[in-house]
């Protein structure tokens, strides 16, 4: 009886050991990790070949549920990302760099942020541009994937342009909203400056005509002519929204 006891009790304690070792191998196949430099490898892989229109990284990295906003506003589902990767025109090429990466990675979550630096060629002219990109990964079923992605351009500054000295006088003068809210345009040497109250002037760089901007601020400095060809208003444009300054003096 008592070899037949042990023997049960021998069983129990197997089974009980392969029943550990099966939840062991589920758990290993269910709760994969990932690094920061597995993040990094695929999603450098999916812009290394992104100007050819290669669509597979893309397929394999992103859920079907997606939700991803790019750099110009647009909200796309994964079959809209998808075919948005198509091959540059021909005559233009270039490259993606993922840079400056940072993570944070939890169980089955992964937050993945980082800078890309663009160089396009376009008929052998040189352009670049920056972006900023966070994506969210989530492990399913064993497999990690992007369930949502969100890209931003960083503000780069326009090409500044040359000045007329001559011409630069017809800008100076004061500005308004309102009587307590106004501005002046002042001319230093071939330079042009604009002072709000007591705010301290900032230079206005010129970019073509009558238009100028400032220095890492995002938006347009217009001077508006009348009838006459005369400057008679000051135009602050930012977004394709105007605020429309009145010359007064």
């Known amino acids: 009886m008592k070899d037949r006891k042990s023997v049960r009790i021998l069983s129990a304690v197997a089974l009980l050991g392969i029943a550990v070792v099966i939840l062991t ?28 229109g290669d669509q597979a990284p893309w397929k394999r990295d992103f859920a079907e549920d997606c939700l991803y906003f790019d750099e110009k506003g647009r909200n796309m589902n994964k079959a809209a990302l998808v075919a948005d990767v198509s091959p540059l025109p021909k005559g233009y090429s270039g490259t993606i760099k993922v840079v400056n990466p940072q993570s944070h990675i939890e169980r089955n979550v992964a937050v993945f942020s980082y800078d890309m630096n663009e160089t396009e060629n376009v008929f052998g002219q040189e352009m670049t541009a920056r972006y900023h990109a966070t994506d969210t990964w989530m492990l399913r079923k064993g497999e990690w994937r ?25 800008y100076a003068g004061t500005y308004e909203l309102s009587p307590a809210n106004r501005q002046i345009i002042s001319v230093e040497g071939e330079q042009l400056s604009r002072q709000r109250g007591e705010q301290p002037k900032g230079l206005l760089i010129p970019e073509a005509g009558d238009i100028f901007f400032r220095k890492g601020v995002e938006g ?17 444009r930012r977004n394709n929204e105007d605020v429309v300054w009145k010359k007064v003096q």
């Open 25 to 52: 191998a589920i758990g290993c196949r269910t709760r994969v990790g990932i690094t920061s430099d597995e993040l990094l490898r695929r999603t450098q892989e999916r812009y290394e070949n992104l100007a050819a």
């Open 146 to 170: 992007v369930v949502a992605g969100q890209v931003l351009r960083y503000y780069e500054d326009p090409a500044a342009g040359k000045t007329v000295p001559a011409k630069l006088s017809e």
């Open 220 to 236: 347009r400095i217009l001077f508006r002519r009348g009838d006459d060809g005369k400057v008679d208003a000051l135009v602050d």
